[in-house]
Structure formats: C-alpha cells, structure tokens
C-alpha cells in the first residue's frame, strides 16, 4: 500500500501545482468583484471588440486561475445573456489548451511515472486511460472539480489532446448554461457573485451534476480496479 505523505513528498511540485490552481481563483475573484461594480455601466457599454478582447483576456485568467469558470459564466450572464456564449464557449477551449499545454510542459510526466512505477495503481490508472473520454467529461462536469486544476490534472495524466478537447467541451456545457442562465436572472451584480442572490432551482441543478459527476466517476474508478483484480 503505498502511503499518501510519500506520494506528496516525491512530487511535491506537481502536488503544489494543484493546489495553488484550485485555491486562486477564489481569491482574485473577489477583488475583481469590486471592479465589476465600480465600472458596471461602461461594461453594460461595452462594444463587438471589447468584448472579444476580454473573452480573449479570460482564456489567459482562466488558463492560469486567475478567474473560476463559474465566475466568467455569471459576469457573462449577467452582462450580455446567451448571446455571451460565442464568446464564452471558444474562451474555455482556449483556456483549456493553455493549461493543458504548460501544465504538462512543467510537470513532463513525471507524477504519471511515478505512479506507474507501482503496479496496482500503474494497472488501475491505465485501466482508466482505456475511458478516457469519460473520465474528462465527468471532471469537467462536476461544479466542485475546479477547471483549472482539471487542466493540470489530465496534463499531469498524459490523456490524449482529442479526447481532452472533446470532454471538456460537453462536460463543461451543462456547467456552463446554468451558471449563464443564472446570471441573465440576477438583479445585481455584487448579490449573484458573491453567492448573495442564489435560487432555488439553480441550486438543485448544481447538486445535481455534481452527484452525476460523482457516481460517475466512481464507477469508472470502480471498474478500472475491477478488470485489473480479473
């Protein structure tokens, strides 16, 4: 059984990586709250360009966690409604690659070979691969799994490009139109970021990926250590 301290210690870069990828969007995204309020009339003003610049703007913040997904959806919601998806969906993509890319430039397969140094958690990981497509997708689908530590994940993982671009764009679909649905409802921009102006209906939909995310997950994990006990 190999123990979890050891596994840290002996990757504690990729490891940091991680966590510093799901703990800093929570933070920048409350100081630019504040910015979203103070300038909310020129943003409702904002022109074709501007708009395509900050979508081009957010891939890098998202890419680099900087800004939640979630975070993007709801100010896009909130500011231009559904319209805001042709500039949400390919600025997720981009994002996406980006991290996808760096991540594994920096990491260079080193925490997927260390694991694949152990036998048993080498077979269920490769088990894995062999579903690859889905384990993406239900990553993505989940609101508690952030999206950029996902990226650093499945780089970290070594999953194919195909797959990972295909996953993460019907994963985080689901995802994406509530959060956008949520934002075309608010009222105000401070109470719907700051999770002040919830509803109900919102709610259970989030809970209800997020358990769909869960039991999926678990049954791939489920099955991959099944086939390697056979």
């Known amino acids: 059984m190999v123990k979890v301290t050891k596994i840290i210690k002996n990757n504690e870069f990729s490891f940091l990586l991680l966590f510093v990828m799901a703990l800093l969007p929570i933070s920048v995204s409350s100081v630019s709250t504040i910015f979203l309020s103070m300038f909310e009339t ?10 395509s610049l900050f979508y081009l703007l957010t891939s890098f913040t998202m890419a680099f966690a900087l800004t939640p997904t979630t975070y993007i959806a709801l ?5 231009l409604g559904w319209i805001s998806l042709t500039g949400l969906i390919p600025s997720y993509v981009l994002a996406s690659l980006i991290g996808f890319y760096l991540s594994g430039k920096l990491d260079k397969g080193k925490l997927l070979t260390y694991f694949s140094e152990n036998k048993k958690i080498g077979n269920v990981i490769e088990n894995l691969k062999t579903n690859e497509l889905w384990v993406i997708f239900f990553c993505r689908i989940s609101p508690a799994l952030p999206f950029a530590m996902m990226n650093v994940f499945l780089a970290f993982m070594k999953v194919r490009m195909k797959n990972f671009v295909l996953g993460s764009i019907v994963g985080m679909l689901p995802r994406t139109l509530v ?3 949520i934002g075309t409802q608010a ?13 109900t209906k919102s709610n259970l939909l989030a809970l209800i990926l997020l358990l769909f995310s ?7 994990f489920a099955k991959a250590v099944k ?3 056979q």
Request: hydrophobic share 50%; no cysteine.
């Open 42 to 51: 020129s943003i409702l003003n904002f022109s074709f360009l501007q708009w």
């Open 187 to 199: 009222h105000d921009i401070i109470k719907i970021l700051t999770g002040k102006e919830e509803m």
């Open 75 to 79: 100010v896009s919601g909130y500011f």
């Open 214 to 220: 869960a039991v999926g997950l678990y049954w791939l």
């Open 179 to 181: 959060s956008v649905w």
């Open 227 to 229: 086939k390697y006990q």
